[in-house]
């Protein structure tokens, strides 16, 4: 009986099926790594700012290697949105990490950089790459365009005009977060493509293309059902990420055919829409409408086309008043009870497809 290992939060659960069942399994293994540590060190000498663009643990990795690579952090200003979360992994910057406030609500006046992005000198930024179904990729430029600009979520979100989720193509919302980036003096760009919960390469202001070509790509039959976890920390944090991630794999699964979706959740739902969505404050139109923003509005219309398409079963640790009250999902208390349900309605003779780290890889249809 093949048991399967998914990262859930910062541990890992066990999902147990039967041979008979078991598709193709897609699983995202750290191989060889192309980190170049000593020339991202020499990015960081004399006087520049480092900004953390997420708490990732592929991107708290290298900044680690980068700092001993690089010895003397004097002369090193490092920022973050949560500062306690890269200290704590990161002892060598204890103590020594900004706090960079978000940008403003979305309703502010205009586009408004935060004011380290606008003091003079050298800027590095350092973030994590994933699927993204409003921008395609999400990476360092996508962060800073978004977190670090008062009105700047609201303005790279709407750049794009249809939801469509479209993971891996690029967007009119990454084009103009890419815009946005540019326009900031002395900025240079890191973004890590992950590859089993490492970095696999740290890619320097790359392209669109260059960064969705360094993700693990298959093809396979599409089965009735799909097992599939978000991938572990830093990805399945949040229902929203978890939502956001899943985009990327759903070739491997027949449209109408049902989802297993492994995600611990341990931080909540993630987004102020999501939020109002189980509080009864949006209705599930809110996001087909968007007649007024809210951060991660377009996820109502995600959630909302995922259950029209597939039949969805969440493994969480979400309270069953926001999965399955709030949502409308169906969900399990274990993976015993997920997969024994998985299985009652597609058959018990039923093929299903297994990927473990949605967050690093691109399925297709064969």
Do not use: H
Not at 75 to 97: N, Q
Not at 230 to 258: K, N, P
Request: overall charge neutral; glycine content about 12%; aromatic content about 6%.
């Amino acid at each position: 009986m093949p048991e399967v290992w998914f990262p859930y939060g910062g541990v890992e659960t066990l999902v147990t099926i039967q041979a008979e069942n078991l598709g193709t399994m897609v699983e995202p293994i750290a191989g060889e790594r192309n980190v170049e540590t000593e020339r991202l060190a020499e990015l960081l000498k004399g006087q520049v700012a480092l900004f953390i663009c997420d708490t990732n643990p592929t991107t708290l990795e290298t900044v680690q290697e980068v700092m001993r690579a690089l010895g003397r952090t004097d002369s090193l200003r490092v920022l973050a949105v949560e500062p306690k979360r890269v200290e704590g992994p990161i002892p060598e910057l204890k103590g020594k990490v900004y706090q960079l406030a978000r940008s403003a609500p979305a309703d502010g006046d205009g586009l408004v950089p935060a004011p380290p992005l606008t003091d003079a000198g050298r800027k590095v930024f350092i973030g994590t790459a994933r699927p993204d179904p409003l921008f395609g990729i999400v990476d360092a430029r996508v962060e800073a365009a978004s977190n670090w600009f008062a009105g700047g979520l609201k303005e790279v979100a709407t750049a794009r005009k249809d939801l469509e989720p479209t993971p891996f193509e690029k967007t009119p919302s990454f084009e103009r977060a890419e815009k946005i980036a540019k326009g900031i003096e002395g900025g240079t760009f890191l973004t890590a493509v992950p590859r089993g919960g490492r970095a696999k390469a740290v890619l320097q202001d790359a392209p669109f293309d260059a960064l969705a070509n360094g993700f693990l790509e298959s093809t396979l039959p599409p089965a009735r059902g799909l097992i599939v976890g978000a991938g572990g920390r830093g990805y399945d944090d949040t229902f929203s990420s978890a939502l956001r991630s899943v985009w990327s794999v759903l070739g491997g699964v027949r449209r109408s055919g049902e989802i297993l979706l492994v995600s611990e959740c341990a931080e909540g739902l993630g987004s102020p829409a999501l939020e109002m969505l189980v509080s009864g404050r949006m209705s599930g139109e809110g996001g087909r409408k968007r007649e007024k923003f809210v951060p991660g509005v377009e996820e109502i219309y995600y959630l909302n086309k995922l259950k029209e398409d597939y039949g969805v079963l969440l493994l969480s640790g979400l309270p069953e008043m926001f999965a399955k009250n709030g949502m409308g999902l169906t969900t399990a208390r274990g993976s015993g009870e997920a997969v024994g349900r998985l299985l009652n309605k597609l058959g018990r003779t039923a093929k299903v497809n297994i990927v473990t780290r949605a967050a690093e890889c691109r399925v297709r249809s064969a």
